[in-house]
């Protein structure tokens, strides 16, 4: 009966040991799970979709383009003064006297 309690004391301590090595296994996923969770962040910059970011720069370059090159051509026209000034100007030969 004694080697029996003694036996049953021995499982007891294995399973307390048992039990804090599974809680001190469990704290470590928690902060792995953390870790890994703020790692992922920290990649993506704090965007969920940096295609898209990169999509919108693009488009924004873009229109800018096209409304320096309107603006450009607008402000050279009206600059002008004269809306047919980008036509060639054709001026008449000089009548020469005598000669058909």
């Known amino acids: ?6 036996k049953a ?3 007891k301590e294995k399973l307390e040991d048992l039990e804090e ?3 001190n296994l469990l704290n470590s996923s ?9 790692l992922k962040q ?12 990169a ?3 693009a488009v924004v370059v873009v229109l800018a383009l096209v ?4 603006v450009g051509v607008v402000l050279s026209r009206s600059s002008s003064g004269d809306p ?3 036509r060639a100007a054709v001026t008449p030969k000089p009548l020469v006297s005598g000669k058909p």
Do not use: W, Y
Not at 42 to 53: A, F, L, N
């Open 84 to 86: 047919h000034s980008d």
């Open 30 to 38: 928690h902060r792995f799970q953390k870790t890994a969770k703020k």
């Open 9 to 11: 004391e021995q499982r």
């Open 1 to 6: 009966m004694v080697l029996n309690l003694e």
């Open 55 to 57: 999509a919108v720069i």
């Open 67 to 70: 409304i320096i090159i309107v």
């Open 42 to 53: 920290e990649k993506q910059g704090g965007t969920k979709c940096p295609k898209r970011k």
């Open 21 to 23: 090595r599974a809680e």
